[in-house]
């Protein structure tokens, strides 16, 4: 499938330029590679923001068309606003038809739910890998590779060696060496939560303050109980009160009696 894209030359750099550009529907690019000088160039926004929308746009080999000359590109970069749906900057490499290129493809996974680990078994595809490292010539690049995995039974798993790819298609050296795994069938472990056990309940007979309440009360206690103490001392020495009076009583019958005898 061929997918066309329409670019302009682009006359002004730097970030203040690209910043203008923006404002008025435009976004800023770049096309590099097969040993030619880069260009930089300028793309209508909203149609390229539909076609990154596409899963073939980031896996294909795209027609660019600059100022009327075309050339065989792919999408090797793109920048978007962090929380806009807008495209800030976008870079495209130019490639060479006898020279292998480089790509990250997406998987495609057909017939999982056939697969006896699934139908018979009770089993769950998971998946481990949603695009694979490949090389190939421009014209061998494939949009996807598909998984096909009728055969697939409970607990197997499909690592990339055995991954089925198209003509003049394979991994890339890191995928050989490490071969990952990609997809698998098992039962999916059932998770057990544990009720809590209700905190046991005591009844309390009565209202419990609280520990502002617990905190008043207990300076009121403390100070009846200074007043009490302080009562207690005043009722003590009342009586030694009570009988110097007498005394002091006695003092003046005798003085008076002393005057009756003179």
């Not at 930089?40 to 660019?64: C, G, T």
Request: overall charge neutral.
């Amino acid at each position: 499938m061929k997918i066309e894209v329409t670019a302009f030359p682009r006359a002004h750099k730097g970030s203040g330029a690209s910043r203008r550009l923006r404002v008025t529907g435009r976004v800023p690019g770049i096309v590099y590679g097969a040993a030619q000088p880069a260009q930089e160039v300028e793309l209508d926004h909203n149609p390229l923001l539909l076609q990154l929308k596409r899963e073939a746009f980031h896996a294909s080999i795209l027609d660019l068309t600059v100022n009327g000359e075309k050339a065989q590109v792919l999408l090797r970069d793109y920048q978007m606003h962090p929380w806009k749906q807008q495209v800030l900057h976008v870079d495209f490499q130019r490639v060479d038809r006898n020279r292998k290129i480089r790509m990250r493809v997406p998987l495609h996974f057909v017939n999982g739910e056939i697969a006896p680990g699934v139908k018979t078994g009770g089993g769950v595809v998971q998946i481990a890998m949603n695009d694979l490292d490949i090389q190939c010539l421009p014209d061998d690049l494939p949009e996807f590779i598909e998984v096909d995995l009728k055969d697939i039974q409970l607990n197997q798993t499909l690592h990339a060696a055995k991954i089925a790819m198209p003509k003049g298609v394979e991994p890339v050296a890191k995928l050989k060496h490490e071969n990952p795994s990609v997809v698998s069938v098992h039962v999916p472990k059932e998770i057990v939560i544990e009720a809590e056990a209700p905190a046991p309940v005591t009844e309390i007979i009565g209202e419990v303050p609280a520990e502002g309440e617990e905190a008043v009360a207990a300076a009121a206690e403390g100070e009846k109980g200074e007043k009490g103490e302080k009562a207690e001392k005043g009722e003590k020495k009342a009586p030694a009160a009570e009988k110097k009076e007498p005394a002091a009583a006695d003092k003046k019958e005798k003085g008076a009696g002393k005057k009756e005898k003179e």
